[in-house]
């Protein structure tokens, strides 16, 4: 039970959250129809990009990552996103849009991409390690090495 907390929770929190808001009628319009657009798009991109980072973090449960997770995240990703605007079809005052699935997915794709990049940089600690031995090496004049005897 304390895995299911720690891996899937977050997941269907998140998922609760975008149901909520795809809950709320006549969302308030951002600016003309174009800067509107862009935010609406925006925001749907940025939900689920959480929600492919989230997905992906619980199918990979700190293993190495595999093709199968990828799929199967992208998948979540694009069916909780048609449910979505399926959804928002019985919202009073929202709309329903194909293109904003797609918008989804991209952003399903882009948290896969960020998580990819966050479980391959090194740790902390070599980081650290690896910018004090920078510092060391610039401080070393390398003229000057073969005057130094040990």
Same mark, same amino acid.
């Given at each position: 039970?304390?895995?299911?907390?720690?891996?899937?929770?977050?997941?269907?929190?998140?998922?609760?959250?975008?149901?909520?808001?795809?809950?709320?009628?006549?969302?308030?319009?951002?600016?003309?129809?174009? *800067?509107? $657009?862009?935010?609406?798009?925006?925001?749907? !991109?940025?939900?689920?990009?959480?929600? @492919? /980072?989230?997905? &992906?973090?619980?199918?990979?449960?700190?293993?190495?990552?595999?093709?199968?997770?990828?799929?199967?995240?992208?998948?979540?990703?694009?069916?909780?996103?048609?449910?979505?605007?399926?959804?928002?079809?019985? *919202?009073? $005052?929202?709309?329903?849009?194909?293109?904003? !699935?797609?918008?989804?997915?991209?952003? @399903? /794709?882009?948290? &896969?991409?960020?998580?990819?990049?966050?479980?391959?940089?090194?740790?902390?600690?070599?980081?650290?390690?690896?910018?004090?031995?920078?510092?060391?090496?610039?401080?070393?004049?390398?003229?000057?090495?073969?005057?130094?005897?040990?």
């Amino acid at each position: 039970m304390q895995k299911f907390v720690k891996w899937w929770v977050p997941v269907l929190v998140w998922m609760i959250v975008i149901f909520i808001g795809s809950s709320i009628g006549n969302v308030p319009r951002v600016g003309g129809k174009t *800067t509107d $657009g862009l935010v609406h798009r925006a925001a749907h !991109v940025a939900e689920f990009a959480v929600l @492919g /980072v989230l997905v &992906l973090r619980a199918l990979r449960r700190d293993q190495a990552l595999t093709k199968r997770e990828i799929v199967i995240t992208l998948m979540v990703t694009a069916i909780y996103g048609a449910s979505d605007e399926f959804h928002q079809r019985f *919202t009073p $005052g929202r709309s329903s849009e194909g293109l904003s !699935v797609l918008f989804d997915v991209a952003g @399903g /794709v882009i948290g &896969l991409g960020l998580y990819r990049w966050w479980i391959k940089r090194p740790p902390a600690w070599r980081r650290t390690h690896r910018r004090l031995e920078q510092t060391t090496e610039s401080l070393v004049d390398p003229s000057q090495e073969g005057l130094i005897e040990g």
